[in-house]
C-alpha cells in the first residue's frame, strides 16, 4: 500500500469524528502555539495502523485522542476498613479504577489467625479472610460503577468468589462486574514465590476461573499474565517479554486442552507490565509485546476474532528501581517511567508512590503519584497524539531488537518442554537470577548509575514515615472469630465437603468455591480444603 493510499485509509475509516475527541476537551487537539495535530505522524515497517493487526501502534484507532487509560493506584493495608478509607480518598482525587493488595497469608490462603500469619497480617495489603472482609473493603463502593483490579495468583479463584458474591448481595447483574484478577500462577514459580498448590492443579484452577466467567461474568478480565513481578525479580527487559508471553501461551494452550475454544476465552486475557527507567527499551518493549501476541494467538492459535488478537495491558512503574535514600528522587523516577507506559500504549497504569522503599504510602504521596498520570495526561500534550515515537528509527529499531531476542529466549523455554518444565528444571528463575546479579555487581563498580545512591550523594535526616494502625491487626482476628461464631456450621461443612468432592473429580471448582464463599467459609478453610487433594509445591534447587 503506498503512501497516499494509507492516507486515505486514515481519514476516512480510521478516526471518525464521533469517537477523535475526549469528552471533556472541545477544541480541537493542538500544541499551544496553536498548531492543529494530526491524529497519527510517521509510519511503522510492519504497516500496521493502530487499531489494526498486528496492533504494534495500539489496539484502539483513536488510542488516547478517544480515551485516557486507567488511572489505577495499587492499595491495600492494615485492614479492610482501613484500606476501604484509602478507596474512598482515592476515587475523591479522580482515580478511575480501583486496585487491592492483598497481605501475604491471604495470597497464599492463610487466615489471619494461623500460626503463620501472625507476622504479616495486614503488613503488606489488606487481609480477606471471609466474605466479611470482602463486604467491609467494598462498603458504600457500588460494584457496579467501577472496575477493580485484584492482585492475587494462588488463592484467585476463592477471592473472585468474593468478589461475585458481593456483587450479588449489592443487586449488581453480572454483566455489569468489571475488572481482573491477575491468576497468573506460572510467574509465582518463577519469580515471585506466592504459590500454594503444584503447578498442575493451579493450572486447572486458572482455567476453570476462565470457563466460569465467560458463562457468568463476562466482562471480567480472567488472567491478567504478569511480567511485572518477572521484572520485579531483576529479569530484563527482554527477559520479561519472553517470560510472560510464553506464560500466556501456556495459558492458551491449557484453555484449549480443558475443551475452550480460543475465542471465547481470549479476548478476556490481559497483560501486567513493568515500566522500568530506560524510557526508549520499555516503549519498544510494549510495542514489540503487541505485536508478538497478535502473532501468536492469529498464527499459532488460529484465533479468528480480532479483540482475540488485542494485548490489552496494565502497567506498574518499577518499585524496586525506588530508594530510600533522597525519596524524593522517586517522584522523578515514576514519572519517566509512566511517561515510557503511555507513550507504549498502556491501557491502565499505576504510579508508584515516593516513600514505598521506606514504608506503606502515606495518603499524601499516594495523592501525588496519582497527580503525576493527571499531569501526564492533562498538561503534557502526550496523549493528544497517536504513538508519537512511532516511525523514529531509533523506535523502530529497538523494537525489533526487543522482539527478536525474546523470540530466540522464548524458542529456548520451547526446546525444555514449554514454561511448566523450564520452571521444574529452574531456567527462568537461573536467568532472572543471573540478571539481577549482574545489574547489581554493576551498580557497586559504579557502571550504572543510581541518583542518591552511588552518586550524588547527600547527608539525610530520617524521612517521615507512615504507619498503620498498630491496633488493626487485633481488630481482624476479632472480626474473624466473629464470623467463625456466627455462621452456620452445618452449611460450611457441607460446602468445604462438596469442594473436596469437585477437586476429586473434573468438575469446574469455581462454583462449589462460591457455594462454600457464600456460606462464609474462610480463605485458609477453603486452601486447606484444595491442599488435602493437590498437595503443596516444593521449589525445585536452581542456584
Given at each position: 500500500m503506498?503512501g497516499e493510499?494509507r492516507?486515505?485509509?486514515?481519514?476516512?475509516?480510521?478516526?471518525?469524528p464521533?469517537?477523535?475527541?475526549?469528552?471533556?476537551?472541545k477544541?480541537?487537539?493542538?500544541?499551544?502555539?496553536g498548531?492543529e495535530?494530526?491524529?497519527?505522524?510517521g509510519d511503522?515497517?510492519d504497516?500496521g495502523l493502530p487499531?489494526?493487526?498486528?496492533y504494534t501502534?495500539g489496539?484502539r484507532?483513536?488510542?488516547y485522542r478517544?480515551?485516557?487509560?486507567t488511572?489505577r493506584?495499587y492499595?491495600?493495608?492494615?485492614?479492610?476498613?482501613?484500606t476501604?478509607?484509602?478507596?474512598k480518598v482515592?476515587?475523591?482525587?479522580g482515580q478511575?479504577g480501583?486496585?487491592?493488595?492483598?497481605?501475604l497469608?491471604?495470597q497464599?490462603?492463610?487466615d489471619s489467625?494461623h500460626?503463620l500469619?501472625?507476622?504479616e497480617?495486614?503488613r503488606?495489603?489488606?487481609?480477606?479472610?471471609?466474605?466479611a472482609?470482602?463486604e467491609?473493603?467494598?462498603?458504600?463502593?457500588?460494584?457496579?460503577?467501577?472496575?477493580t483490579?485484584?492482585?492475587?495468583?494462588?488463592t484467585?479463584?476463592i477471592l473472585l468468589?468474593?468478589?461475585?458474591?458481593?456483587?450479588?448481595?449489592?443487586g449488581v447483574?453480572?454483566?455489569?462486574?468489571?475488572?481482573t484478577?491477575q491468576?497468573d500462577?506460572?510467574k509465582?514459580?518463577?519469580?515471585?514465590?506466592?504459590?500454594?498448590?503444584p503447578?498442575d492443579?493451579s493450572l486447572?484452577l486458572t482455567t476453570d476461573v476462565m470457563a466460569?466467567?465467560?458463562?457468568?461474568v463476562?466482562?471480567?478480565?480472567t488472567v491478567?499474565?504478569?511480567?511485572?513481578h518477572?521484572?520485579?525479580?531483576?529479569?530484563?527487559?527482554?527477559?520479561?517479554l519472553?517470560f510472560t508471553?510464553?506464560h500466556g501461551r501456556a495459558?492458551?494452550?491449557?484453555?484449549?486442552?480443558?475443551?475452550?475454544a480460543?475465542?471465547d476465552f481470549?479476548?478476556r486475557l490481559?497483560?501486567?507490565?513493568?515500566a522500568?527507567?530506560?524510557?526508549?527499551?520499555e516503549?519498544?518493549?510494549?510495542r514489540?509485546a503487541?505485536?508478538?501476541?497478535?502473532?501468536?494467538?492469529?498464527?499459532e492459535?488460529g484465533a479468528?476474532?480480532?479483540?482475540s488478537?488485542m494485548?490489552r495491558f496494565?502497567?506498574q512503574t518499577?518499585?524496586s528501581?525506588?530508594?530510600?535514600?533522597?525519596?524524593d528522587?522517586?517522584?522523578?523516577r515514576?514519572?519517566l517511567q509512566?511517561?515510557a507506559a503511555v507513550l507504549g500504549?498502556?491501557?491502565s497504569?499505576?504510579?508508584?508512590s515516593?516513600?514505598?522503599?521506606?514504608?506503606?504510602?502515606?495518603?499524601e504521596?499516594a495523592?501525588l503519584?496519582?497527580?503525576?498520570q493527571q499531569v501526564i495526561?492533562?498538561?503534557?500534550?502526550?496523549a493528544?497524539v497517536?504513538d508519537?515515537?512511532g516511525?523514529?528509527?531509533y523506535v523502530e529499531s529497538l523494537?525489533?531488537r526487543?522482539?527478536?531476542?525474546?523470540?530466540?529466549?522464548m524458542?529456548k523455554?520451547d526446546a525444555l518442554?514449554?514454561?511448566v518444565?523450564a520452571?521444574?528444571a529452574?531456567?527462568?528463575?537461573?536467568?532472572?537470577h543471573?540478571?539481577?546479579?549482574?545489574w547489581?555487581r554493576?551498580?557497586?563498580?559504579?557502571?550504572?548509575?543510581?541518583?542518591g545512591?552511588?552518586?550524588?550523594r547527600v547527608?539525610?535526616?530520617?524521612?517521615?514515615i507512615f504507619?498503620?494502625?498498630?491496633?488493626a491487626?487485633e481488630?481482624?482476628?476479632?472480626d474473624?472469630s466473629?464470623?467463625r461464631?456466627?455462621?452456620?456450621a452445618?452449611a460450611v461443612e457441607?460446602?468445604?465437603?462438596a469442594?473436596g468432592?469437585?477437586a476429586?473429580?473434573?468438575?469446574n471448582?469455581?462454583?462449589?468455591?462460591?457455594a462454600a464463599?457464600?456460606?462464609?467459609a474462610?480463605?485458609?478453610e477453603?486452601c486447606?480444603t484444595?491442599?488435602?487433594?493437590?498437595?503443596?509445591y516444593?521449589?525445585?534447587e536452581?542456584l
Open positions: 503506498d493510499r492516507e486515505c485509509d486514515w481519514r476516512e475509516t480510521t478516526w471518525r464521533e469517537v477523535d475527541r475526549r469528552p471533556e476537551r477544541a480541537a487537539f493542538s500544541t499551544n502555539s498548531i495535530l494530526e491524529p497519527l505522524y511503522a515497517p504497516g487499531g489494526r493487526y498486528p501502534r489496539i484507532p483513536t488510542m478517544g480515551r485516557l487509560w488511572m493506584q492499595a491495600g493495608f492494615a485492614s479492610a476498613r482501613e476501604n478509607r484509602r478507596f482515592l476515587l475523591e482525587s478511575t480501583l486496585s487491592i493488595a492483598f497481605d497469608p491471604t497464599i490462603g492463610y489467625d500460626p500469619a501472625q507476622a497480617v495486614g503488606v495489603g489488606v487481609p480477606v479472610n471471609s466474605l472482609d470482602m467491609r473493603l467494598f462498603e458504600d463502593i457500588p460494584l457496579g460503577e467501577v472496575s483490579s485484584m492482585t492475587i495468583n494462588a484467585a479463584a468468589a468474593m468478589y461475585v458474591a458481593l456483587a450479588r448481595r449489592q447483574e453480572p454483566d455489569r462486574v468489571r475488572g484478577v491468576n500462577i506460572l509465582e514459580y518463577v519469580a515471585r514465590g506466592n504459590y500454594r498448590f503447578a492443579p486447572r466460569f466467567c465467560r458463562e457468568e463476562p466482562a471480567w478480565n491478567s499474565i504478569s511480567g511485572y518477572v521484572r520485579e525479580a531483576g529479569s530484563t527487559a527482554v527477559q520479561e519472553a508471553l510464553s495459558y492458551a494452550r491449557a484453555a484449549v486442552d480443558a475443551g475452550l480460543v475465542d481470549a479476548p490481559s497483560f501486567f507490565f513493568n522500568h527507567n530506560h524510557l526508549f527499551e516503549v519498544a518493549k510494549f514489540a503487541r505485536r508478538m501476541w497478535a502473532r501468536i494467538m492469529r498464527e492459535f479468528e476474532n480480532p479483540k488478537w494485548m496494565h502497567t518499577a518499585g528501581m525506588l530508594t530510600s535514600q533522597q525519596p528522587n522517586n517522584v522523578v515514576v514519572a509512566a511517561l500504549g498502556t491501557q497504569l499505576h504510579t508508584n515516593r516513600d514505598e522503599a521506606l514504608s506503606l504510602p502515606s495518603e504521596s495523592r503519584a496519582l497527580r503525576t495526561a492533562e498538561e503534557s500534550g502526550v493528544d497517536i508519537p515515537l516511525g523514529a528509527p523494537t525489533d526487543v522482539e527478536a531476542d525474546a523470540l530466540a529466549l524458542a523455554i518442554g514449554g514454561p518444565k520452571i521444574e529452574g531456567f527462568p528463575q537461573r536467568e532472572i543471573r540478571s539481577a546479579v549482574e547489581q554493576k551498580v557497586e563498580r559504579g557502571e550504572e548509575t543510581v541518583v545512591v552511588n552518586r550524588y547527608e539525610e535526616s530520617a524521612p517521615s504507619r498503620p494502625d498498630e491496633g491487626r481488630e481482624v482476628l476479632a474473624l466473629i464470623v461464631a456466627e455462621r452456620d452445618a457441607g460446602a468445604l465437603r469442594v468432592e469437585a476429586r473429580g473434573s468438575d471448582l469455581v462454583r462449589p468455591i462460591l464463599v457464600e456460606a462464609y474462610t480463605t485458609g477453603i486447606a484444595l491442599e488435602a487433594e493437590f498437595g503443596t516444593k521449589a525445585p536452581v
